[in-house]
Protein backbone atom coordinates (compact mmCIF):
# COMPACT_ATOMS: atom_id res chain seq x y z
CA UNK A 1 0.00 0.00 0.00
CA UNK A 2 1.22 3.13 -0.74
CA UNK A 3 1.04 5.65 1.97
CA UNK A 4 1.48 9.49 2.08
CA UNK A 5 5.39 9.45 4.21
CA UNK A 6 5.41 12.93 5.24
CA UNK A 7 7.34 13.51 8.70
CA UNK A 8 7.09 16.65 10.74
CA UNK A 9 9.72 17.36 13.71
CA UNK A 10 9.86 19.37 16.41
CA UNK A 11 11.98 23.27 14.65
CA UNK A 12 15.61 22.40 14.49
CA UNK A 13 15.32 18.35 14.71
CA UNK A 14 15.54 16.16 11.82
CA UNK A 15 13.16 13.32 11.54
CA UNK A 16 14.64 10.00 11.98
CA UNK A 17 13.24 8.75 8.95
CA UNK A 18 15.25 11.79 6.98
CA UNK A 19 12.46 13.82 5.86
CA UNK A 20 13.09 17.85 6.41
CA UNK A 21 11.45 19.18 9.03
CA UNK A 22 8.96 21.78 7.42
CA UNK A 23 6.77 24.37 9.32
CA UNK A 24 3.10 23.88 9.56
CA UNK A 25 0.15 25.91 7.74
CA UNK A 26 -0.51 29.16 9.89
CA UNK A 27 -3.57 29.14 11.82
CA UNK A 28 -6.25 32.15 10.86
CA UNK A 29 -6.81 34.03 14.00
CA UNK A 30 -9.95 32.68 15.60
CA UNK A 31 -8.23 29.29 15.18
CA UNK A 32 -5.48 30.68 17.14
CA UNK A 33 -7.77 31.93 19.75
CA UNK A 34 -9.91 28.82 20.19
CA UNK A 35 -6.45 26.64 20.77
CA UNK A 36 -5.32 28.84 23.27
CA UNK A 37 -8.79 29.52 24.99
CA UNK A 38 -8.97 25.13 25.27
CA UNK A 39 -4.96 24.84 26.00
CA UNK A 40 -5.57 26.81 28.81
CA UNK A 41 -8.76 25.94 30.21
CA UNK A 42 -6.76 22.15 30.13
CA UNK A 43 -3.52 24.05 32.31
CA UNK A 44 -5.53 25.38 34.43
CA UNK A 45 -8.09 23.20 35.42
CA UNK A 46 -5.03 20.66 36.09
CA UNK A 47 -2.99 22.90 37.88
CA UNK A 48 -6.18 23.26 40.12
CA UNK A 49 -6.34 19.69 40.25
CA UNK A 50 -2.91 19.12 41.79
CA UNK A 51 -3.86 21.82 44.47
CA UNK A 52 -6.73 19.81 45.16
CA UNK A 53 -4.72 16.70 45.57
CA UNK A 54 -2.24 18.67 47.89
CA UNK A 55 -4.97 19.72 50.06
CA UNK A 56 -6.75 16.01 50.22
CA UNK A 57 -10.03 16.99 48.18
CA UNK A 58 -8.94 14.55 45.59
CA UNK A 59 -7.98 10.83 46.50
CA UNK A 60 -6.55 7.66 44.35
CA UNK A 61 -4.73 8.47 41.54
CA UNK A 62 -4.49 11.35 39.60
CA UNK A 63 -2.02 11.68 36.57
CA UNK A 64 -1.91 15.26 35.20
CA UNK A 65 -1.46 16.35 31.25
CA UNK A 66 0.19 19.74 31.35
CA UNK A 67 2.70 20.08 28.56
CA UNK A 68 0.54 17.86 26.52
CA UNK A 69 -2.58 19.92 25.98
CA UNK A 70 -1.58 20.97 22.00
CA UNK A 71 -2.06 17.11 20.98
CA UNK A 72 -6.04 17.21 22.00
CA UNK A 73 -6.71 20.50 21.16
CA UNK A 74 -5.38 20.42 18.03
CA UNK A 75 -6.67 16.61 17.14
CA UNK A 76 -10.15 17.85 18.25
CA UNK A 77 -9.78 20.95 15.37
CA UNK A 78 -9.46 18.36 12.70
CA UNK A 79 -12.62 16.13 13.82
CA UNK A 80 -16.33 16.20 13.29
CA UNK A 81 -19.33 15.52 15.11
CA UNK A 82 -19.96 12.17 16.11
CA UNK A 83 -15.54 11.12 15.90
CA UNK A 84 -14.46 9.04 18.74
CA UNK A 85 -12.04 9.54 21.89
CA UNK A 86 -10.64 7.12 24.09
CA UNK A 87 -7.42 6.96 25.95
CA UNK A 88 -6.05 5.79 29.08
CA UNK A 89 -5.21 7.31 32.64
CA UNK A 90 -3.55 10.92 31.78
CA UNK A 91 -7.32 11.96 30.12
CA UNK A 92 -8.81 15.04 32.20
CA UNK A 93 -7.55 16.87 28.94
CA UNK A 94 -9.08 14.60 26.88
CA UNK A 95 -12.46 15.29 28.34
CA UNK A 96 -12.09 18.63 28.54
CA UNK A 97 -11.10 18.91 24.62
CA UNK A 98 -13.95 16.68 23.86
CA UNK A 99 -16.38 19.32 25.46
CA UNK A 100 -17.26 17.52 28.37
CA UNK A 101 -18.27 19.73 31.37
CA UNK A 102 -15.38 20.98 33.96
CA UNK A 103 -17.83 20.73 37.03
CA UNK A 104 -18.68 16.77 35.94
CA UNK A 105 -15.05 16.52 35.84
CA UNK A 106 -13.50 18.04 38.45
CA UNK A 107 -16.53 16.79 40.94
CA UNK A 108 -15.43 12.44 39.19
CA UNK A 109 -12.14 13.70 40.96
CA UNK A 110 -13.69 14.66 44.23
CA UNK A 111 -15.44 11.58 43.83
CA UNK A 112 -18.81 13.44 44.42
CA UNK A 113 -22.47 12.93 43.42
CA UNK A 114 -22.28 15.18 40.15
CA UNK A 115 -19.43 13.59 38.62
CA UNK A 116 -19.64 11.74 35.85
CA UNK A 117 -19.58 8.49 37.31
CA UNK A 118 -21.49 9.64 39.59
CA UNK A 119 -18.32 10.11 41.56
CA UNK A 120 -17.38 6.48 41.77
CA UNK A 121 -14.61 6.27 39.16
CA UNK A 122 -12.54 8.97 39.90
CA UNK A 123 -9.21 10.58 37.27
CA UNK A 124 -9.46 7.26 35.69
CA UNK A 125 -12.93 6.28 34.95
CA UNK A 126 -15.06 9.00 32.94
CA UNK A 127 -16.89 8.43 29.75
CA UNK A 128 -19.57 10.46 27.93
CA UNK A 129 -21.51 9.08 25.49
CA UNK A 130 -22.92 12.50 24.17
CA UNK A 131 -19.66 14.01 23.80
CA UNK A 132 -18.31 10.93 22.28
CA UNK A 133 -16.04 10.23 25.18
CA UNK A 134 -14.77 6.59 26.29
CA UNK A 135 -12.82 6.59 28.83
CA UNK A 136 -10.69 6.63 30.90
CA UNK A 137 -8.64 3.18 31.35
CA UNK A 138 -6.70 2.12 34.01
CA UNK A 139 -5.02 -0.85 31.95
CA UNK A 140 -1.86 0.18 30.00
CA UNK A 141 -2.58 -0.27 26.50
CA UNK A 142 -6.27 -1.34 26.61
CA UNK A 143 -7.65 1.39 25.20
CA UNK A 144 -5.93 0.62 21.90
CA UNK A 145 -8.19 -2.56 21.65
CA UNK A 146 -11.39 -0.85 22.87
CA UNK A 147 -10.40 2.10 20.26
CA UNK A 148 -10.23 -0.21 17.27
CA UNK A 149 -13.39 -1.77 18.64
CA UNK A 150 -15.04 1.71 17.91
CA UNK A 151 -13.70 1.90 14.43
CA UNK A 152 -14.88 -2.10 13.94
CA UNK A 153 -18.71 -0.51 15.21
CA UNK A 154 -18.01 2.69 12.45
CA UNK A 155 -17.55 0.30 9.77
CA UNK A 156 -19.94 -2.20 10.46
CA UNK A 157 -22.26 0.16 10.54
CA UNK A 158 -21.10 1.72 7.33
CA UNK A 159 -20.69 5.35 8.52
CA UNK A 160 -17.95 7.62 8.22
CA UNK A 161 -16.74 8.21 11.39
CA UNK A 162 -13.29 7.64 12.94
CA UNK A 163 -12.02 6.86 16.18
CA UNK A 164 -9.13 8.10 18.17
CA UNK A 165 -6.93 5.73 20.32
CA UNK A 166 -4.10 7.70 22.20
CA UNK A 167 -1.99 5.80 24.35
CA UNK A 168 1.82 6.71 25.43
CA UNK A 169 5.30 5.53 24.41
CA UNK A 170 5.14 3.03 27.31
CA UNK A 171 1.85 1.47 26.14
CA UNK A 172 3.41 1.02 22.40
CA UNK A 173 5.05 -1.88 23.93
CA UNK A 174 2.21 -4.22 24.89
CA UNK A 175 1.40 -6.56 22.67
CA UNK A 176 -2.16 -6.27 22.58
CA UNK A 177 -1.33 -2.98 20.44
CA UNK A 178 -0.02 -4.93 17.60
CA UNK A 179 -2.81 -7.73 17.90
CA UNK A 180 -5.01 -4.55 16.86
CA UNK A 181 -2.67 -2.78 14.43
CA UNK A 182 -2.64 -6.26 12.50
CA UNK A 183 -6.94 -6.27 12.53
CA UNK A 184 -7.46 -2.90 12.27
CA UNK A 185 -5.55 -3.22 8.55
CA UNK A 186 -6.75 -5.90 7.37
CA UNK A 187 -10.30 -4.91 7.99
CA UNK A 188 -9.02 -1.11 6.94
CA UNK A 189 -10.87 0.21 10.19
CA UNK A 190 -11.20 3.86 10.33
CA UNK A 191 -8.87 4.05 13.77
CA UNK A 192 -6.14 6.85 14.37
CA UNK A 193 -3.82 6.09 16.57
CA UNK A 194 -2.10 8.33 18.75
CA UNK A 195 0.87 7.68 20.29
CA UNK A 196 1.77 10.26 22.87
CA UNK A 197 5.57 10.23 23.06
CA UNK A 198 6.39 12.21 26.39
CA UNK A 199 9.90 10.04 26.61
CA UNK A 200 8.77 8.57 29.50
CA UNK A 201 6.31 5.71 30.99
CA UNK A 202 6.43 6.38 34.76
CA UNK A 203 10.09 6.48 35.42
CA UNK A 204 11.40 4.56 32.52
CA UNK A 205 12.89 6.72 29.74
CA UNK A 206 12.11 5.51 26.12
CA UNK A 207 15.78 4.87 25.46
CA UNK A 208 15.83 2.46 28.03
CA UNK A 209 12.59 0.52 27.11
CA UNK A 210 12.24 0.59 23.15
CA UNK A 211 14.13 -0.72 20.53
CA UNK A 212 12.37 1.38 17.61
CA UNK A 213 11.94 4.91 18.83
CA UNK A 214 10.80 6.10 16.25
CA UNK A 215 7.34 5.43 16.82
CA UNK A 216 5.67 6.24 13.65
CA UNK A 217 7.29 3.58 12.82
CA UNK A 218 5.77 1.10 14.43
CA UNK A 219 2.81 0.05 12.24
CA UNK A 220 4.96 -0.95 8.84
CA UNK A 221 5.42 -4.67 9.43
CA UNK A 222 0.96 -3.97 9.48
CA UNK A 223 1.70 -1.28 6.29
CA UNK A 224 0.11 0.85 9.03
CA UNK A 225 1.35 4.35 7.58
CA UNK A 226 2.51 6.90 10.04
CA UNK A 227 4.10 10.30 10.93
CA UNK A 228 6.05 11.73 13.67
CA UNK A 229 4.51 15.37 14.56
CA UNK A 230 5.77 17.79 16.49
CA UNK A 231 3.05 17.71 19.63
CA UNK A 232 3.87 20.73 21.14
CA UNK A 233 3.04 22.88 18.08
CA UNK A 234 -1.17 22.65 18.00
CA UNK A 235 -0.80 24.05 14.25
CA UNK A 236 1.58 21.04 13.48
CA UNK A 237 -1.01 18.67 15.35
CA UNK A 238 -4.10 19.71 13.47
CA UNK A 239 -2.13 19.32 10.03
CA UNK A 240 -0.86 15.83 10.47
CA UNK A 241 -4.52 15.08 12.24
CA UNK A 242 -6.39 16.59 9.42
CA UNK A 243 -4.20 14.01 7.00
CA UNK A 244 -4.82 11.34 9.24
CA UNK A 245 -8.65 11.93 9.57
CA UNK A 246 -8.73 12.43 5.42
CA UNK A 247 -7.35 8.82 5.30
CA UNK A 248 -9.16 7.10 7.32
CA UNK A 249 -12.57 8.51 6.38
CA UNK A 250 -11.34 7.61 2.32
CA UNK A 251 -11.95 4.17 3.75
CA UNK A 252 -7.92 3.34 3.54
CA UNK A 253 -7.69 1.98 6.80
CA UNK A 254 -5.92 2.94 10.40
CA UNK A 255 -3.39 5.18 10.42
CA UNK A 256 -0.63 5.86 13.18
CA UNK A 257 0.04 9.23 14.42
CA UNK A 258 3.76 10.11 16.91
CA UNK A 259 2.95 12.88 19.29
CA UNK A 260 6.53 14.06 20.40
CA UNK A 261 6.09 15.92 23.61
CA UNK A 262 6.88 16.15 27.12
CA UNK A 263 4.81 16.01 30.36
CA UNK A 264 5.70 18.67 33.02
CA UNK A 265 4.84 17.35 36.15
CA UNK A 266 5.44 13.52 37.64
CA UNK A 267 4.02 10.31 36.50
CA UNK A 268 1.42 10.89 39.02
CA UNK A 269 1.32 12.73 42.09
CA UNK A 270 3.81 10.88 43.77
CA UNK A 271 7.00 10.75 42.00
CA UNK A 272 10.57 11.06 43.21
CA UNK A 273 11.58 12.40 39.64
CA UNK A 274 15.19 10.79 40.35
CA UNK A 275 15.38 9.87 36.43
CA UNK A 276 15.19 13.46 34.66
CA UNK A 277 17.18 17.08 35.51
CA UNK A 278 15.20 19.93 36.64
CA UNK A 279 17.30 21.24 33.85
CA UNK A 280 15.53 18.94 31.01
CA UNK A 281 11.88 19.96 32.35
CA UNK A 282 13.04 23.70 32.56
CA UNK A 283 14.45 23.41 28.98
CA UNK A 284 11.13 22.36 27.30
CA UNK A 285 9.08 24.77 28.98
CA UNK A 286 11.06 27.69 28.06
CA UNK A 287 11.66 26.56 24.76
CA UNK A 288 8.76 24.62 23.25
CA UNK A 289 5.14 25.47 25.94
CA UNK A 290 2.20 25.07 23.62
CA UNK A 291 0.74 27.89 25.21
CA UNK A 292 3.35 29.71 25.13
CA UNK A 293 3.93 29.35 21.45
CA UNK A 294 0.02 30.76 20.64
CA UNK A 295 0.63 33.26 22.82
CA UNK A 296 3.74 34.72 21.39
CA UNK A 297 2.34 34.65 17.81
CA UNK A 298 -0.74 36.04 18.91
CA UNK A 299 0.82 38.60 20.34
CA UNK A 300 3.10 39.22 17.21
CA UNK A 301 0.24 39.22 14.91
CA UNK A 302 -1.64 42.74 17.01
CA UNK A 303 -3.82 40.93 19.41
CA UNK A 304 -3.38 42.81 22.60
CA UNK A 305 -2.56 41.31 26.51
CA UNK A 306 -6.04 42.85 27.01
CA UNK A 307 -7.45 40.20 24.45
CA UNK A 308 -5.19 37.46 26.21
CA UNK A 309 -6.20 38.47 29.62
CA UNK A 310 -9.93 38.44 28.94
CA UNK A 311 -9.47 34.61 27.62
CA UNK A 312 -7.23 33.88 30.95
CA UNK A 313 -10.18 35.48 33.00
CA UNK A 314 -13.09 33.17 31.37
CA UNK A 315 -10.98 30.07 32.26
CA UNK A 316 -10.14 30.82 35.74
CA UNK A 317 -14.04 31.51 36.01
CA UNK A 318 -14.71 27.91 34.68
CA UNK A 319 -12.02 26.42 36.72
CA UNK A 320 -12.73 28.17 39.91
CA UNK A 321 -16.49 27.57 39.72
CA UNK A 322 -15.24 23.38 39.00
CA UNK A 323 -13.66 23.58 42.03
CA UNK A 324 -16.38 25.13 44.29
CA UNK A 325 -18.63 22.69 42.33
CA UNK A 326 -16.50 19.69 43.31
CA UNK A 327 -16.31 20.36 46.63
CA UNK A 328 -19.73 21.27 47.84
CA UNK A 329 -21.53 18.56 46.03
CA UNK A 330 -22.90 15.77 48.23
CA UNK A 331 -20.98 12.46 47.76
CA UNK A 332 -22.77 9.51 46.30
CA UNK A 333 -25.36 8.00 48.24
CA UNK A 334 -24.22 4.76 50.08
CA UNK A 335 -26.54 2.47 48.23
CA UNK A 336 -24.67 3.94 45.02
CA UNK A 337 -22.35 1.35 46.56
CA UNK A 338 -24.94 -1.79 44.87
CA UNK A 339 -25.35 0.22 41.34
CA UNK A 340 -23.33 -0.80 38.12
CA UNK A 341 -21.43 -2.63 39.37
CA UNK A 342 -20.66 -6.06 38.87
CA UNK A 343 -21.17 -8.80 41.81
C1 LIG B 1 -1.24 -3.55 31.98
C2 LIG B 1 -0.59 -2.57 32.90
N1 LIG B 1 0.73 -2.68 33.18
C3 LIG B 1 1.33 -1.79 34.00
C4 LIG B 1 0.60 -0.76 34.57
C5 LIG B 1 1.31 0.25 35.48
N2 LIG B 1 1.53 1.50 34.76
C6 LIG B 1 0.68 2.52 34.87
S1 LIG B 1 1.12 3.83 33.91
C7 LIG B 1 2.47 3.04 33.33
C8 LIG B 1 3.39 3.74 32.36
C9 LIG B 1 2.79 4.01 31.01
O1 LIG B 1 3.54 4.98 30.33
P1 LIG B 1 3.12 5.61 28.96
O2 LIG B 1 2.39 4.64 28.14
O3 LIG B 1 4.34 6.21 28.37
O4 LIG B 1 2.08 6.76 29.35
P2 LIG B 1 2.29 8.13 30.17
O5 LIG B 1 2.09 7.81 31.61
O6 LIG B 1 3.65 8.62 29.86
O7 LIG B 1 1.22 9.04 29.69
C10 LIG B 1 2.57 1.77 33.89
C11 LIG B 1 3.66 0.82 33.60
C12 LIG B 1 -0.77 -0.68 34.26
N3 LIG B 1 -1.55 0.29 34.77
N4 LIG B 1 -1.34 -1.56 33.43
MG1 LIG C 1 4.97 8.20 28.32
Not at 45 to 71: N, S, V, W
Not at 72 to 99: F, P, S
Not at 247 to 269: D, N, V
Not at 292 to 304: F, I, M, P
Request: aromatic fraction near 8%.
Amino acid sequence: MAAPKKSVAPAGQATSNGATPSSPPDFTRDQEMHALRDMLLIRRFEEKAGQLYGMGAIGGFCHLYIGQEAIVVGMQMALKDGDQVITGYRDHGHMLACGMDANGVMAELTGRKGGYSKGKGGSMHMFSREKNFYGGHGIVGAQVSLGTGLAFANRYRGNDLVSLAYFGDGASNQGQVYESFNMAELWKLPVIYIIENNRYAMGTSVTRSSAQTDFSKRGVSFNIPGEQVDGMDVRAVKAAGDRAVAWCRAGKGPFILEMQTYRYRGHSMSDPAKYRTREEVDKVRHDQDPIEQVRNRLLAAGVTEQDLKAIDAEVRDIVNASADFAQQDPEPDASELYTDVYR
